[in-house]
């Protein structure tokens, strides 16, 4: 690592900031790169052996206690006593737990265990970093729980939002350098937004087809840009993944999101859509270990090019491909603020976050078995922290269906099973579905209150 810290200082100093180099082998296209790279030329951050981060990986309550008190230049002392009886004096990092303790950034358990390698939560590690930073939130008044004033700090300044995580989500290694290097950034003054670097660089990418080298494996992408696209004013991003049977420049044509068909909303201006193509010839797949970095890379594609907003990256997936959709939300709940799947099955691991969801599903479906929605419709309101109320809810030509509602912050699930759709072909793509979506996405607040 002291080799790769001699790397970071000699680009710094040369200012090759054009040159695609990256710190670690495996944040190339990770949401977070531009955190990670930035704790990481100031030395508070480090990979392993292999040059690799982990930026998915969790991390412990000693881990994050240590990066946040040096980002934040917190006094750090060694005591040479011992704070808790699970932390061992001789330990790398008892000096920082017990400062912590002693300067109330950090506290112990009820059962006066400290727990250093135990997981961090994200509400956990924004208290520590606010009051790591000495940051003030007396302004906002009294709350009803102790985490609450730390969420409202944190959504205001655009560090986290809200609806991203809920009280029992764990932090990963590449999140908790988000947060703290924005942390950085609000402590020291400077206001954030949730706007793309491809607002401050863009670079105008074209409605056409794109690929991505993948471990030397070729993936494309259909790309739909709307026509009043500038620098100025963010767009929504919508990743639209087809089926087994269906080329992604099929599932274009019928899906109807960016190209083509009769909008009543017109919305279509508001969204850049990308449809990625899976692999195979028809029959499709999705369950190459390397279509998960696929969408890591399709989305830093267009970020860095274009100017979206990061809080809205939505994703829309049919058949097969809404099996991936809903794998790609358990995975990265992170980035995807609500998804859409069409006749599919649920996936229920790795699943620690909110995604606001709506699920569609007809009874006579011939391909994918009509139970499949109470398994998807039962993990993700799992996943979003919902409780067994519903109510009824319409949404324009989506018709009976059912809303949870009482989820997790800004979450939602909704669940629908009458639709019109192409020829009485039963398992196939809603008639309006584009304009069903969009609907969705665009009042994803108001459905999520």
């Known amino acids: 690592m002291k080799y790769l810290k001699k790397l970071s200082a000699i680009v710094v100093l040369l200012g090759l900031w054009s040159v695609q180099w990256y710190a670690f082998n495996d944040i190339q296209y990770n949401w977070y790169k531009d955190s990670i790279e930035g704790l990481e030329r100031q030395e508070y951050i480090n990979g392993f052996e292999s040059w690799d981060f982990l930026p998915h990986d969790k991390t412990t309550r000693a881990e994050i206690l240590k990066i946040i008190m040096n980002a934040s230049e917190s006094e750090i002392y060694e005591t040479g006593t011992q704070c808790f009886s699970d932390v061992a004096t001789y330990i790398w990092y008892n000096k920082y737990i017990c400062a912590g303790v002693e300067q109330e950034i950090t506290k112990w358990y009820d059962d006066g265990n400290f727990k250093p390698n135990g997981n961090v939560t994200v509400l956990e590690t924004l208290a520590f970093a606010v009051r790591a930073f000495d940051i003030d939130l007396s302004y906002l008044g009294e709350w009803e729980t102790w985490f609450q004033k730390y969420q409202a700090y944190a959504d205001q300044k655009n560090i986290i939002k809200k609806h991203a995580y809920t009280i029992d989500t764990l932090v990963s290694r590449g999140q908790a350098a988000d947060i703290i290097y924005k942390m950085q950034k609000v402590s020291s003054g400077q206001e954030l937004s949730q706007k793309s ?13 794109y690929s991505i080298d993948m471990n030397g494996l070729k993936r494309e992408y259909l790309l739909y840009v709307p026509d009043n696209l500038n620098a100025e004013t963010e767009k929504w991003l919508i990743v639209a993944f087809h089926g087994r049977t269906n080329s992604n420049e099929e599932v274009r044509n019928y899906m109807k999101m960016g190209w083509g068909g009769y909008s009543r909303s017109g919305y279509q201006q508001d969204y850049i859509v990308a449809y990625p193509a899976g692999v195979g010839n028809g029959p499709f797949s999705w369950s190459e270990i390397e279509s ?76 994918s078995p009509y139970s499949a929605w109470e398994r998807a419709y039962s993990l993700k309101s799992e996943n979003n922290l919902c409780q067994t109320e519903t109510s009824s809810i319409e949404l324009w030509d989506l018709r009976w269906c059912q809303q949870k509602t009482s989820c997790s912050l800004w979450n939602t699930v909704i669940f629908c099973n009458s639709y019109d759709v192409y020829g009485w072909d039963q398992h196939s793509w809603p008639k309006s579905g584009a304009d069903e979506m969009r609907d969705f996405f665009t009042k994803i607040d108001e459905y999520a209150k």
């Open 292 to 367: 998960i970095e696929f969408f890591d890379a399709i989305i830093s594609d267009i970020s860095k090019n274009l100017c979206i907003n990061r809080d809205k990256v939505f994703s829309v997936w049919h058949s097969l491909g809404s099996y991936m959709s809903n794998k790609t939300s358990c995975l990265r709940w992170d980035v995807i603020r609500a998804m859409v799947w069409v006749a599919s099955n649920g996936y229920n691991w790795d699943c620690t976050g909110p995604v606001s969801s709506l699920i569609t599903h007809l009874p006579n479906d011939p391909l």
């Open 197 to 209: 670097d491809g607002c401050f660089n863009f670079q105008s990418m074209q409605s056409g087809e």
